[in-house]
């Protein structure tokens, strides 16, 4: 595998719009998904509305008529009929952008080495909430890297074979440099546990974070 660069990634105040027909799957089972039925229409993009503290605020938003054409009709997997009775939503992901080179995309759609800081998760932790059982990192931040198979890896939370699981403050990776300038690198060279050497195991990719790149 060529090495994959980890570039940082910037909220922006805008966000991509769908208009979503789903059913919950004790409503009624999608034949041919592990969930309800589901579809999506994109609609284009809008200012994010947010809450005083900084919240996006998905309450505020208009929702199109149900005669909106736009509107699903079936479900994406199995072709299923939407009735009026299934979940009618205006769905959207808030936009993120590389500054760079101003590329746009989702979180959910965001390339591998992709990283961003899921400000959200430190957001309400106090000072001395640093550490792997508050997925808070040493400068205060949460930070998430796409890795090539498309899991996101939350690399200030705790590993899943942790060997000091009931100790809150250290961390099972140890993150150096800074993702927005390229030096971001991932060891065990700090306060850390004796789990792995580093690397990622995502169930499908192996890898390592070192010197601002992904790497096998
Ligand atoms: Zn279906
Ligand atoms: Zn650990
Ligand atoms: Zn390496």
Redesign the pocket.
Known sequence: MTPIKVFFLEPTDRERRWLRRFSFSNSRQCPNKNSGCDAMFEIGEADILYTPDGYIDATGRLMPPKSDPRWPKACAACGRAFDDGDEWQLFSRQIYVRPSDGFRCTLEDAPPGACWNAWWIADRRSDEQVG?AWMVGPDGRSLVVKCPDGHDWMIDA??RN???PN?DH???WIRHGRPEDGTLHVDKVGK??A?GAGSIQTGKWHGFLHNGFLHE
Do not use: G
């Open positions: 792997c705790r590993a942790c060997t000091m100790d250290h961390h099972c850390t546990c789990a």
